[in-house]
């Protein structure tokens, strides 16, 4: 449930912070109706900005303004198809708990409540709109976990496998980050609509092959997968999480090298090799964990804050001056469980900091954080020693049985979403949506 936390609250404060100014218009159109809700145009074109923004570097990955459009708007659809459904089926999202995925990715980012209140201005979003937005991404995400306990079963024959698998008993233990086009087929597919599919699979791979387009432009503009916009990226797959059928050709290719069209159980798909790497390198098996010391301030927000950060600012400047972290902890601290051991909090599993493992990853043994917030007050860590570890026989399994857990339910709620999709009704208003239409022909 921590993984799936944050990976959600660094997920709803990428899509919407690095975002350009977008002007309110005087009158907000309708973009899309969807079954009884409504796409306001100031959503699309946010989230419009929201990719362009993210693909600043690499501009020409990105398809035509008006077919970028017309994706963007898709995944705008099926959000709201995704937060129909969860409604109902009972989910509910308290207030509270939208409260405390917001103070959540302020300090993950460093943020106090007022600074990101501002950025948000700066982007052009109101605190009420960040709200239902993180609303609705909670909901997706309870839906899916929903989804998951009632469609989704790992066995113990299928944990078993992959572990051998992970320690080099009958397998490498090569890992490989793919990337994917779809094109979608419904369930029950007629011989018309699987023609047009394999015709449009056959042209989009003649494109690459071509040199016309390279593979993650080519999925951006015409993948009918959810992650078409990240450029069709699948991340790290360990063997067991590659379907049989076309996993042996997969390790015979060279980084770059793409393979298909394949029919799988979702429609056609081509599938590219962006690099690999060895079981050693990605260290599947082997926990990181750091020893800490810290210093915690309680603060109530506002002039406290500033008031706490400020003082350990004092406190860290005195101990890089030689003055003993631990002394200073027993004597300032305001963590009654750790000050009489010197601030002392012992050993800790790298994933368990979350965010802040990255920066605690930058110091060197002995060196001591920049104050950092945590809920209820501010922070100074010391780094005292890291350590690698071999994970229990327990912790592996839990860890590849999500694994394969995860890959079973993107499939499984690819073709849930496919279904949901093809029973809506969506009326499509956009001037710019309509546009990719008519230009496709």
Do not use: C
């Amino acid at each position: 449930m921590m993984k799936l936390r944050a990976t959600l609250l660094a997920t709803a404060l990428a899509a919407l912070l690095p975002v350009s100014l977008v002007h309110a218009q005087p009158i907000d159109r309708i973009a899309a109706v969807v079954n009884e809700d409504v796409i306001l145009q100031s959503e699309l074109d946010r989230a419009i900005a929201n990719i362009t923004a993210q693909y600043a570097g690499s501009a020409t990955q990105l398809p035509p303004a008006d077919v970028l459009a017309r994706q963007v708007l898709e995944r705008l659809v099926l959000t709201r198809l995704q937060v129909s459904r969860a409604r109902e089926s009972g989910i509910v999202v308290s207030d509270q708990e939208v409260a405390q995925a917001i103070a959540g990715i302020a300090q993950q980012n460093g943020f106090s409540p007022e600074q990101l209140q501002a950025q948000l201005a700066r982007d052009g979003m109101t605190m009420d709109d960040f709200r239902r937005s993180l609303h609705d991404e909670i909901a997706i995400q309870r839906l899916r976990q929903s989804f998951a306990q009632s469609r989704v079963q790992v066995s113990e024959a299928e944990v078993n496998a992959a572990l051998s698998q992970a320690r080099g008993g009958t397998a490498s233990g090569t890992q490989y980050h793919l990337a994917h086009i779809l094109v979608a087929l419904p369930e029950g597919a007629t011989p018309e609509q699987i023609a047009t599919g394999q015709q449009k699979i056959d042209g989009i791979k003649s494109l690459i092959d071509r040199g016309e387009m390279d593979f993650a432009a080519a999925a951006v503009r015409y993948s009918d997968s959810p992650n078409a916009l990240e450029g069709g990226d699948l991340g790290w797959r360990p063997e067991s999480e590659i379907p049989p059928a076309f996993v042996n050709e997969i390790k015979t290719l060279q980084a770059g090298q793409m393979l298909g069209p394949i029919r799988g159980s979702s429609g056609f798909q081509l599938v590219r090799l962006v690099e690999t790497r060895s079981a050693a390198e990605s260290g599947p098996m082997m926990l990181t964990q750091y020893h800490l010391r810290h210093i915690l301030i309680r603060s109530e927000g506002g002039a406290d804050d500033a008031a706490a950060r400020a003082k350990l600012e004092t406190l860290r400047a005195r101990a890089n001056g030689g003055v003993d972290f631990a002394k200073l902890a027993r004597e300032e601290s305001q963590d009654p469980g750790s000050r009489d051991n010197g601030g002392d909090i012992g050993w800790v599993d790298a994933e368990a900091l979350g965010p802040v493992a990255a920066k605690i990853a930058t110091l060197r043994d002995g060196q001591i954080s920049e104050p950092m917030q945590v809920p209820g007050g501010w922070h100074i860590v010391q780094r005292v020693a890291e350590r690698r570890s071999e994970v229990s026989d327990d912790q592996q399994r839990a860890v590849i049985r999500e694994n394969i857990g995860r890959r079973k339910l993107e499939d499984e709620y690819n073709r849930f979403l496919q279904e949901m999709r093809g029973d809506a009704y969506v009326d499509v208003r956009s001037e710019s949506v309509l546009g990719a239409r008519s230009n496709e022909g």
